[in-house]
């Protein structure tokens, strides 16, 4: 049973550009989760994705988006690449009620220069 | 407005002896609490959690937490310390009474455990 996986593992863009990483939950799982971890910190809520709709929003702006698609995968887009944007992007994946644990895949390096 | 406090960047302790990670929150209503690890070069990974019932949570590798709704706190311990439990380790909250899973992370505390 194959675990919550994202794609690519590393990423080098320069600022100003746009990105998308992407995402594919664990097997049974409905529900997937976009978090930012800067170096040094805690994971940052981005977005919740269920029934291919954002349910729920952390402080991220607009340049922050997302989408699920019908057999659950999840993108996350980056417009306007800013040197702050510079982390580890982390998916996880969890099934509808909201006292479950979430899975979380190797995450995404991302470095803007 | 959510928020989790892990007091100590750093927990230092021997193999073999009892080791306490501390946590506490603070929420509006009442909180759904995580216990995650994170090993080098690899993902989050699940610990235990507390939803309702027994304060005393027990959870994967030895690890159990305390549920303190009075002082808000939810710490992390293991009675005895391997040198293998040395990792970083986030607690988290998520509110109950909003759904969701938007969760909240604290800072994180490195536990080194020394042999």
């Known amino acids: 049973d194959a675990g919550v996986t994202q794609s690519p593992t590393h990423l080098i863009k320069t600022r100003g550009q746009q990105v998308t990483l992407r995402c594919s939950p664990k097997?049974?799982?409905?529900?997937v989760s976009w978090y930012q971890q800067a170096l040094g910190q805690g994971p940052q809520f981005i977005f919740q994705y269920y029934e291919e709709e954002e349910r729920q929003r952390g402080n991220f702006p607009d340049r922050f988006s997302g989408h699920q698609f019908p057999n659950y995968s999840s993108e996350l887009n980056v417009n306007a690449l800013l040197l702050g944007d510079s982390a580890l992007y982390l998916c996880?994946?969890?099934?509808?009620?909201?006292?479950?644990?979430?899975?979380f895949g190797p995450g995404t390096r991302l470095t803007v220069l | 407005a959510q928020s989790v406090a892990q007091p100590e960047d750093q927990v230092n302790v021997a193999e073999g002896n009892p080791l306490t990670v501390k946590c506490t929150y603070s929420?509006?209503?009442?909180?759904?609490l995580f216990w995650y690890v994170q090993y080098p070069n690899r993902g989050l990974q699940f610990l235990l959690k507390y939803i309702t019932g027994d304060n005393l949570v027990k959870g994967s590798y030895g690890f159990e937490a305390e549920f303190n709704k009075s002082q808000t706190s939810f710490h992390l311990k293991k009675p005895s310390a391997l040198v293998s439990d040395s990792a970083l380790y986030f607690c988290?909250?998520?509110?109950?009474?909003?759904?969701?899973?938007?969760?909240?992370f604290g800072a994180g505390t490195r536990l080194f455990v020394k042999a």
């Open positions: 988290a909250v998520r509110d109950r009474n909003t759904g969701g899973f938007k969760t909240i």
């Open positions: 996880a994946s969890s099934f509808r009620v909201s006292y479950n644990e979430q899975f």
């Open positions: 929420v509006s209503g009442n909180p759904y």
């Open positions: 097997s049974g799982h409905d529900t």
